[in-house]
Structures are given as C-alpha cells and as structure tokens.
C-alpha cells in the first residue's frame, strides 16, 4: 500500500515538471502578424520568425507593433524581386493620386513620398512632373512582351515578323526598350518613368528643361537616372532612358539581392524566354546600370 501511494506522488511530480513553460517564447509567437500566403519556422534558437514565401503582405493583427512590421515589410523575396505579386495587396505599396499621375498606378509608399516632394519643388521652379509608368507586376510586362515577341506591337516603329528564326537575336531587338518579364526594375514599384518615353521630347523645348532640373536635383531627393549613356561604364544593356528614374534607398537594396538570389535559369513562364540564359540578361541587363545608382 505505502509502495502505491509512493508511486502516484512521483508520478504527480513528474507531470508537474513536464508541463511546458512559458518563457517568453509563446507570447511572442501569438504576436506574430497574420499574413497572407506566410508561414513560420523556428531557427536553432528555437525564436519563431515569419517566413514570406512571396511578397503577398497584409497585416491582420492589430496588436502587431511597428517594429515587427518595419522588419517583415524589410523582407526581400524571389517572388518580389521577379514581380510575382499584387501591388494592390500589399501594404507597402500605394496608388498614386491625381496631380502626380494620369491613370490607376502603384509605387511604393517611400519612393512616392519622395517624389511628391520632388514634384512640388519642381513646381516652383515651372517645372511640372507626372508618373507615366510605375508599378508592373509580371504579368503586365508578360503582356507587353508576348505582344512584341508574337509581331502584334512594334519595336523601333515596326511589327516583327511572326516567325521566329533566331530567339537571341529577337530577344535583345526588343531588349532595346523593353524588359523580360521577372527582369523589370518597373516590378519593384521604386522606379517611375516621368512625363514621355519618347527619347526625341527631351532633346529640346520643355522636354529639355524637365531633363536638365532632373539631371540638376533628382539626387536631392533619392531619384537617379539608371539608364544612362551607353559606354566605357556601361557597355552593355538597354538604351539611354532620360524619363526612367529610381528610387536608390530602396532599389540599391533590391538590385543587390536580385544579383544574389535571380539567375537566367530563372527566368520563365513566356514567350522567349529560352533566350534569357544565351543573353545573360541578369549581368547585361538587369545589373547593366548607371554606376553611380548602384
């Protein structure tokens, strides 16, 4: 009988000291933010993180600080980099209003900001700025390319034969102007095209006058032209592009861990792409830039 009741009072110690302990670790992870299309892992220091497995961010958790959502927002996937995500979802983006664009157009919130500080000084000065091109995800530069690749839009003024003899040669005619879709600095929503993508506007008249202030105080405000004149620093990539400007303190970022994390091989899913690896259009094209906005 004694040898029972000895049995059940180590027992009972024993359930006692197996109970999990909360030291902390639960209660951060109930802080964890809800986000759309994430999951979590634990690392070796058993500290639960979010993991983005695509750049889909919205946050559901009203109790989630600032600075966790400062971190997360800092995260930089390979979906993101290649434009695989929706601008309209995700919280570090927003649309850009009327006076600083003529259509339904998304950038990132920083780089907007910043711009519109930059429109306002242009202002002053007579100048006067508006975004032609933000935001475009993966599909919507699919659909400008399979329309030039398929000889349904023109390239330098006229429609490419339907036929396709020689993919590489193809590929880097449209390469003048145009990105390969999940190349496109456009997907990042730092980099804006201002007022024409006509080369001939900004040769003369208010055209020129835009491109000279530009030239004289877009720096001033984080903006650098990234085309810039083909030569001895930039012998290859696409042609000098005077309305093409990005945002640096986010797109240094984001071209660094493009060169880290893309390769041709990925590069796919439309029409040419096959050529991506025979152009080596992540050297030449994507890290083809102005040096000075690297």
Known sequence: ?????????????????NQPQNDGT?????????????????????????????????FDNPNLSEEEKARIMDKISKKYLMGQFDPTKDERFQKIPNPYADKEMYMRKEALASFKKMHEAAKKDGIKFRIVS?????????????????????????????TVKDPKARAIKILRWSSMPSTSRHHWGTDIDINSVNPAYFESGQGLKEYEWLTAHASEYGFCQVYSPMGKDRPFGYQEEKWHWSYLPISQELTTEYAKQIT??????????ESAPLIEVVKKYVLGINPTCK
């Open 26 to 58: 639960q209660t951060a992870s109930t802080a964890l933010p809800s986000i759309e299309e994430a999951t979590t892992t634990n690392d070796n220091s058993n500290n639960t993180k979010p993991v983005i497995n695509d750049s889909l961010i919205k």
């Open 1 to 17: 009988m004694k040898y029972c009741k000895w049995l059940v009072v180590l027992l009972f110690f024993w359930s006692c000291d």
């Open 134 to 162: 933000a935001t475009r995800p993966f599909n919507a530069q699919k659909a400008i390319w399979e329309a030039k690749w398929s000889g349904k839009r023109k390239v330098d003024g006229k429609l490419l034969s339907p």
């Open 264 to 273: 041709d091989q990925d590069i796919s899913g439309f029409l040419g792409s």
